[in-house]
């Protein structure tokens, strides 16, 4: 499931997954059901993805002259970087609909939805059969989130406290696997 060719890339999943769970923790703020202890939750998932962004960023430094699986000239890269911004417009585009048909409770499932297709093309470019599983999980997160009653808690909530736990998991899996990498080598 890790191809563990560049510990790299590997610790830099890490980062940005945790950068991940930190940003959809806390979207999920935006209305949690009632109570302190979902805000607790969210708190902690938001830190764990501060300390994995911690953990991973100053490795990745350290290692930045060593190999990844991108490489800007080739076929899989441009057609990755196209998709990239074609997600960004879809994204807009779909955000600026729902709210102008009243529907804004639609964004973060939405958003997380293109967040989880965007994997399956990053799984490509970087060679790693991990970012399928988080491009499902995210996926099937998002189209939960799309239909849970949205009277209980934003949909919002629901993306990030099913989002940030996956995003935490994976992004801790390939930062261990590329620090074990690292001193292997």
């Known amino acids: 499931m890790l191809e563990l060719d ?24 935006e209305q949690p059901p009632a109570g302190a202890v979902w805000r607790v939750v969210l708190a902690v998932l938001s830190v764990l993805g501060l300390a994995l ?49 009243g529907r804004s409770d639609l964004i973060a499932p939405l958003i997380m939805l293109i967040v989880g297709i965007h994997f399956f093309a990053l799984a490509l470019v970087f060679h790693q059969p991990v970012l ?5 999980l995210i996926t099937a997160i998002a189209i939960v989130a799309a239909f849970v009653p949205h009277e ?16 935490l998991a994976i992004g801790a899996w390939c930062y261990v696997a590329g620090r074990a990498a ?4």
């Open 6 to 29: 560049y510990p790299r890339d590997l610790v830099m999943i890490g980062a940005v997954f945790g950068m991940a769970a930190f940003v959809w923790a806390g979207w999920a703020q």
């Open 53 to 101: 962004m911690a953990l991973s960023i100053p490795l990745a430094i350290k290692n930045w002259g060593t190999p990844s699986a991108i490489n800007p000239h080739t076929t899989g890269f441009v057609v990755y970087v196209i998709v990239f911004w074609v997600e960004v417009a879809v994204a807009v585009v779909l955000a600026i609909i729902a709210t102008r048909v």
């Open 152 to 167: 209980i808690a934003a949909r919002s909530f629901w993306c990030g406290v099913l989002g940030a736990p996956v995003f």
């Open 182 to 185: 690292f001193a292997s080598a």
């Open 132 to 136: 399928h599983l988080a491009g499902a």
